[in-house]
């Protein structure tokens, strides 16, 4: 008599190799290998290439067994399918003593030998947040990694595509050796997407630096630049648009309150950058930086500004007022912002009014985010503006502070308001709207 299971596993024995790389595709390292062990062809779509384009090791500060084994097998992985990698991603998971970051350092030591050496392939390399200025980085330790990578970056200049080395904290001097490593084949770097958001230690009045200046000027392609605004100059601006105005699209830019922003920049600067790169769009990202004179020394009319994010977290001062800003320096980019994210704690003014009216004057305006103090007829007057075509938002997420910790009549007047507005909200936007107590 036949076995009722021979037809199924006659399907499995020769499904299509695509399909099978595809079921493998979505199984972990350990899935992986235990399928690879069911018969030869499975053993061969364990080392199809497509399935280790792309990898993320995690090193643990306070490692459990399951995450030791995960973290093992990833590395062994990396190394044994190394030649097929093209996006690396590493990250730090709260390290928290100098015996972390040592093991750390020698572990990517072995780990970046390996691929420099049977890799062709790497286009991506992620990094983020080793924070190399804390106490538990050993200034051996700290250098030892950093002439690693500057050795890996060196090899692998000619193939990387992006870099991501976001919450580094080097000084200006490791900052350019890295950057450096970029362009050392031919002293010209054409990687198209740098990310050095908090790159540099807190408090470097970078933009005033030739080492930085010569170094930015080596880049010739770049598409993608995120950074700080404590790098911003002149200076800067001038290399961007004699290197990288043909290719430049975005620059992402945060301004931090310890960060240094008072320098001066001409807005000639900008609107000569924005001439050269026709398809440039800029993104401002402040936290507590929220004073209109501050912001009104960085916010220049001449920049082509595509979104705003202003963030007060805990900034805390008696003499700050958002109505300035809200009246007086947004409007200016009526014309070209799309994305405005607001949060702010001030509970002394309410912006009703003149949030609303900005929104209406910002003709290309399709997200916003918001969370302050507002009342809650705010989202009547909003929605009825977007029904009428006044504005074309597509995306609207409000937080809506109060400063009683009993909302029930805020959360029923916003029911009311859904109910009212349904047809709009469920058929053309992206809508979250919400009361919050801030006592």
Request: with cysteine.
């Amino acid at each position: 008599m036949e076995d009722d299971s021979e037809p199924e596993q006659r399907s499995w024995a020769h499904l299509p190799d695509v399909c099978l790389r595809h079921v493998f595709h979505w199984l972990d390292d350990r899935d992986r290998s235990q399928a690879a062990l069911v018969c030869k062809k499975w053993s061969w779509a364990m080392y199809s290439g497509s399935l280790w384009r792309r990898r993320t090791i995690t090193f643990y500060g306070r490692p459990s067994r399951a995450h030791t084994l995960e973290f093992q097998s990833a590395l062994w992985y990396v190394k044994k399918f190394g030649k097929y990698l093209e996006h690396l991603e590493i990250k730090l998971s709260n390290p928290y003593n100098t015996a972390f970051t040592q093991k750390f350092q020698v572990t990517m030591r072995g780990l970046l030998s390996h691929l420099s050496k049977c890799n062709s392939r790497l286009v991506s390399l992620s990094i983020k947040y080793l924070e190399l200025d804390r106490l538990i980085w050993k200034n051996v330790v700290r250098a030892q990694f950093i002439k690693t990578l500057a050795t890996f970056l060196k090899r692998m200049s000619k193939q990387l595509d992006y870099l991501n080395l976001k919450g580094a904290r080097v000084t200006l001097e490791e900052g350019c050796e890295l950057l450096n490593s970029l362009s050392f084949l031919t002293n010209k770097g054409f990687i198209s997407e740098i990310n050095i958001e908090d790159f540099f230690s807190l408090h470097l009045p970078v933009y005033s630096s030739t080492l930085f200046h010569q170094t930015m000027s080596k880049f010739h392609s770049l598409v993608i630049l995120t950074f700080n605004y404590n790098c911003i100059s002149d200076e800067l601006l001038d290399i961007l648009q004699d290197h990288s105005a043909h290719s430049l699209s975005t620059l992402n830019i945060k301004c931090h309150i310890h960060d240094p922003h008072g320098q001066v920049v001409w807005g000639m600067s900008w609107a000569n950058l924005a001439k050269r790169a026709p398809k440039l769009k800029v993104n401002f990202f402040f936290e507590r930086v929220m004073k209109h004179d501050h912001l009104a020394r960085i916010l220049l009319v001449e920049i082509p500004v595509r979104s705003i994010s202003l963030r007060s977290c805990y900034f805390n001062d008696p003499d700050w007022t958002m109505r300035p800003t809200l009246t007086n320096l947004l409007p200016a980019y009526w014309h070209v912002l799309q994305k405005l994210t607001l949060e702010l704690n001030n509970d002394h003014e309410l912006l009703d009014d003149e949030l609303l009216q900005l929104i209406l004057s910002c003709k290309r305006l399709l997200f916003l985010k918001v969370w302050a103090f507002l009342s809650v007829t705010f989202m009547e007057k909003l929605l009825q503006n977007r029904a009428d075509r006044k504005c074309i938002l597509t995306t609207i997420k409000v937080r809506i502070y109060t400063a009683r910790q009993e909302t029930s009549e805020e959360d029923r007047l916003l029911c009311d308001i859904y109910r009212k507005f349904k047809y709009l909200i469920d058929s053309e936007l992206n809508y979250f709207v919400i009361t919050y107590p801030m006592v």
